[in-house]
């Protein structure tokens, strides 16, 4: 460490000798194997920019965007967010040393089994990663359709197209999937996505989901998409997915 003016000596910033490594390990690569990518997640005491140790042509990386040590209350870029400030440094560093940079992100909770909307941050991040020298992502959406469905959604059509127009693909979303209850269900999932992005700055945004008012109003929502399934004449998938997401929701608030 170092060799390369690392000073710290307990181990929690590890990116220089992680890169020497990775170039050891390239130099004795056989020549028909020189084409692959060597890479790391870039994630817990691999985090932080190396100081001066420089990344081979064939170095990848994948930085992650963890709840606990980033806010996500907010897109990335967000000057509101000292948090998202320092992660949106690691990204322009990384992006200006790696040819392969990888977004890891989570678009579905693994404990908070309830609504958790993240579309507010993805439809800016995710344009935002690309720009700063993002190649590839790894989106971890939990399967938890019922009550985070609209994530996976909206960041499986941001993964064919990036620029696309968010409004656009949840009115599709709202419009074409629950059909008669479009509104109350439209109401439903901005209602959710307005308590995270509402929240103040700082880690662990699922402390949007500890205010009562969340679970009543959205249980509203919810009441009001029920009614405008009811009627006889509504085919079954309709009624299905309604229930499905007060199931989800349901579900959220009895486990905690």
Not at 89 to 94: D, E, F, I, R, Y
Not at 113 to 122: L, S
Request: proline share 5%.
């Amino acid at each position: 460490d170092k060799q390369y003016g690392q000073k710290k000596e307990n181990g929690e910033e590890v990116a220089d000798r992680l890169l020497h490594f990775s170039k050891q390990i390239y130099d004795r690569l056989e020549p028909k194997n020189k084409h692959a990518f060597l890479g790391i997640l870039i994630y817990g005491y691999q985090m932080e920019l190396p100081i001066s140790a420089k990344a081979h042509d064939h170095h990848a990386g994948t930085i992650c965007n963890f709840p606990t040590r980033y806010d996500h209350t907010r897109p990335i870029n967000d000057p509101t967010s000292p948090k998202n400030r320092h992660f949106q440094g690691l990204l322009k560093g990384w992006g200006a040393q790696l040819k392969q940079l990888g977004y890891y992100d989570y678009y579905g909770h693994w404990y908070l089994f309830g609504p958790w909307v993240m579309t507010h941050k993805m439809r800016e991040d995710l344009p935002l990663f690309r720009d700063l020298g993002g190649t590839f992502c790894v989106l971890e959406c939990q399967p938890n359709f019922a009550s985070q469905g609209i994530n996976h959604y909206i960041s499986g059509q941001l993964m064919w197209n990036v620029d696309a127009d968010v409004d656009e693909l949840m009115d599709e979303f709202f419009e074409k999937y629950y059909g008669p209850a479009e509104v109350p269900m439209r109401n439903y999932w901005r209602g959710a996505e307005r308590f995270f992005a509402l929240t103040r700055s700082g880690t662990h945004a699922e402390r949007a989901a500890y205010d009562p008012a969340f679970w009543t109003e959205l249980a509203g929502y919810l009441a009001e998409a029920e009614k405008a399934v009811s009627g006889s004449n509504v085919a079954q998938r309709f009624k299905d997915r309604v229930t499905f997401a007060k199931d989800g929701l349901e579900y959220g608030l009895a486990i905690g």
